[in-house]
Antibody, heavy 122, light 107 residues
Framework: QVQLQESGPGLVEPSQTLFLTCTVS??????????YAWIRQTAGKGLEWLGR???????MYSPSLRGRITISVDQSTNQISLKLSSVTAADTGIYFC???????????????WGQGTTVTVS | EIVLTQSPGTLSVSPGERVTLSCRAS???????VAWYLKKPGQSPRLLIY???TRATGIPDRFSGSGSGTDFTLTISSLEPEDFGVYFC?????????FGPGTKVDV
């Protein structure tokens, strides 16, 4: 059974860059037809989809964050990373990584989630 | 980009009651690719329904989903105490996989 575990600094200063890591265990990132996504829960916006990536690359991002966000894959460490630049208090929240499977043309929903990591911008 | 709206914003109910939640999309959702999740405090979201009407693994049959086009519904036939929380719908077929704002179901 796949498990996902987010990790990060907890506290980030405004205007700095946030780096989060999602460690995948119980399965190789490159096995099967899966994609990985980052989602956050903030006080004002409920659940917000931030972006997703396929293991061979190919990220897509929320239009509201485009230009600030990068999601990448490290196959050697079986990790997914999130980089979010120029953070403000509005980026405070709980950040989740999750996995879903890929169909031929469509994406299936996110059925495996990490427990989340809390990020405070202050 | 599709925008999802959910109603009501909050629903106060009692165990045993039937609950109907609505999710409306700003444009047609191709393939009926709408999912429903339950989020409880301190927990990660749990997938309940996908492709509008298919229950996820291990989800009891009191949960059912329906709809197509722009209007989708999640129904809980008889609410159990563990069903309280915030329900989110999501367009999952392609990116961006937007979420709705959520419906809080409480006592």
């Amino acid at each position: 059974q796949v498990q996902l575990q987010e990790s990060g600094p907890g506290l980030v200063e405004p205007s700095q860059t946030l780096f989060l890591t999602c460690t995948v265990s119980g399965a190789s990132i490159t096995s099967g037809n899966y994609y990985y996504a980052w989602i956050r829960q903030t006080a004002g916006k409920g659940l917000e989809w931030l972006g997703r990536i396929f293991p061979n690359g190919g990220g897509m991002y929320s239009p509201s964050l485009r230009g600030r966000i990068t999601i990448s894959v490290d196959q050697s460490t079986n990790q997914i990373s999130l980089k979010l630049s120029s953070v403000t208090a509005a980026d405070t929240g709980i950040y989740f990584c999750a996995r879903g499977s890929r169909g031929s043309y469509w994406l299936h929903p996110l059925d495996s989630w990490g427990q989340g990591t809390t990020v405070t911008v202050s | 980009e599709i925008v999802l709206t959910q109603s009501p914003g909050t629903l106060s109910v009692s165990p045993g009651e039937r609950v109907t939640l609505s999710c409306r999309a700003s444009q047609n959702v191709s393939g009926k690719f709408v999912a429903w999740y339950l989020k409880k405090p301190g927990q990660s979201p749990r997938l309940l329904i996908y492709s509008a009407s298919t229950r996820a693994t291990g989800i009891p049959d009191r949960f059912s989903g329906s709809g197509s086009g722009t209007d989708f519904t999640l129904t809980i036939s008889s609410l159990e105490p563990e069903d309280f929380g915030v329900y989110f719908c999501q367009q999952h077929g392609n990116s961006p996989q937007v979420f709705g704002p959520g419906t809080k179901v409480d006592v």
